[in-house]
């Protein structure tokens, strides 16, 4: 998108995975205050690895509640729904304006590799991406992490980088941070998702009415050697800053499948 003029007002929609109460969201608009007018819009409970599931069997209910930075209180409202469709109602119907940059996060845990896919983090500033606002997902790679000072930090300056410059149509910013006190952070570095897959069982157990369920437990697998990927920026103390995109065309493949002999049945 062409960065907004100058007499435009800013205004930053900010959304979650992990619900509105989160540490991270929290941090993410105290980080962002002053920026512009921010709105929180977040799921009620928990989202993480929903992807981009949207709700549309299910009422959706949204509910204002109270949310403060450091400069005083912002609007916000709880979304009985995805983060997908926190982006969708916001822009469709709480918000009186279109967001300039949607931020999402941030995520308590890395959104690197294939878990990107899953992410609820970053489905929603995918979902913002589709309905054509500049958006960005950020994460801090430590899923227990209390302290996001320094990923909003980062937040921030990407954040101003991308009201400043705008995003290409289409390209919304998967920004990683890892978890390193400031002075140990290297530097930001532009990068690819890397190749990776989980390596997955599940552990049945049984419950206190001695049914069986299963748990799901897996081993993440990193299958790349390249050196510009998330994962390797991360374990190298950058903040890694990955452009998505939502067309999940196999571009590469078109001309060899069109080549194929379809009609056959042989
Ligand atoms: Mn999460």
Partial sequence: MAPSSSDAPVRILLCNDDGIRAAGLQSLAAALDGLGDLVVVAPESEQSAVGHAITTRDPVRAHAVEFSVPSGSIPAY??????????????????????????????HGPNTAVNVLYSGTVSAATEASILGMDAVAVSLCDWSATDFEVAGRWARRVAKTVLRSGLPQGTLLNVNVPARPADEIQGLAVTRQARSRWEEGFEERTDPADRSYYWLAGTFVDLDEGQETDTRAIENGYVSVTPLQHDLTAHDALEDLRDWSWDSDE
């Fill in 78 to 107: 709880a979304v009985t729904g995805t983060p997908a469709d926190c982006v969708k109602l916001a822009c469709h119907e709480l918000l009186d304006a279109r967001p300039t940059l949607v931020v999402s996060g941030i995520n």
